[in-house]
Nanobody, 113 residues
Framework: QVQLVESGGGLVQAGGSLRLSCVASRNCNSMGWYRQAPGKQRELVALISSSGRTTYVDSVKGRFGISRDNAKNTVYLQMNSLKPEDTAVYYC??????????WGQGTQVTVSS
């Protein structure tokens, strides 16, 4: 079992920045962030492997940066140049080796125009 605790969401104006954090109760191979906007399906935002390899959805490339601190079992999502279309609930995701994936409770990010 893995518990994920997210923080850092909030309300920001377009062009602003936010940083999301997610602390896992134990080390996980892959970690990342998904988001779900009202009326839309949950989508991948960014993933990072234990070695630091990253993957991003095209819509956030060049604006968002995912990183992790393995000593703290923490993954971060730095979000810059935010747009109203980035408004969503952001979910932390973690995949410990050889087990199922886990989700955080979600944190709301709202970008006003």
């Amino acid at each position: 079992q893995v518990q994920l605790v997210e923080s850092g969401g909030g309300l920001v104006q377009a062009g602003g920045s936010l940083r999301l954090s997610c602390v896992a109760s134990r080390n996980c191979n892959s970690m990342g962030w998904y988001r779900q906007a009202p009326g839309k399906q949950r989508e991948l935002v960014a993933l990072i492997s234990s070695s630091g390899r990253t993957t991003y959805v095209d819509s956030v490339k060049g604006r968002f940066g995912i990183s992790r601190d393995n000593a703290k079992n923490t993954v971060y999502l730095q979000m810059n140049s935010l747009k109203p279309e980035d408004t969503a609930v952001y979910y932390c995701w973690a995949f410990p080796a050889g087990t199922t994936a886990y989700w955080g409770q979600g944190t709301q990010v709202t970008v006003s125009s």
